[in-house]
Nanobody
């Protein structure tokens, strides 16, 4: 599975961004999709995941109520809508795919995209 993430950029605190991740695999609809982020000097951390049918989601506590993950099967794309952004959300964001149900651990994902940088200024 090849994944390509895009949509990052520079935004002021309180602003919004929407990240997208396009999958090459025609079996996209059978995969759980997730977003992780890695801030400078920190380990890659779970942000959100969505089940293959879209009916189940999971979020890190730090983004609950601000971020929303969704998917479009026809476009083979998963989205991360990020609202009320904070400087601490600054990181490289990665999308990933898994054959498990709503995994939150990095090692439970099999394929990864290249990452897109989100910078939130104060």
């Amino acid at each position: 599975v090849q994944l390509q993430a895009f949509g990052g950029g520079l935004v002021q605190a309180g602003g919004s961004l929407r990240l997208s991740c396009v999958a090459s695999e025609r079996t996209f609809s059978t995969l759980t999709m997730g977003w992780f982020r890695q801030a400078p000097g920190k380990e890659r951390a779970f942000v959100a995941a969505i089940s293959r049918g879209g009916g189940g989601t999971a979020y890190a506590d730090s983004v609950k109520g601000r971020f929303t993950i969704s998917r479009d099967a026809a476009r083979k794309t998963v989205y991360l809508q990020m609202n009320s952004l904070k400087p601490e959300d600054t990181a490289v964001y990665y999308c990933a795919s898994s054959n498990r149900f709503l995994p939150t651990q990095r090692e439970q994902y099999e394929f990864w995209g290249q990452g897109t940088l989100v910078t939130v200024s104060s």
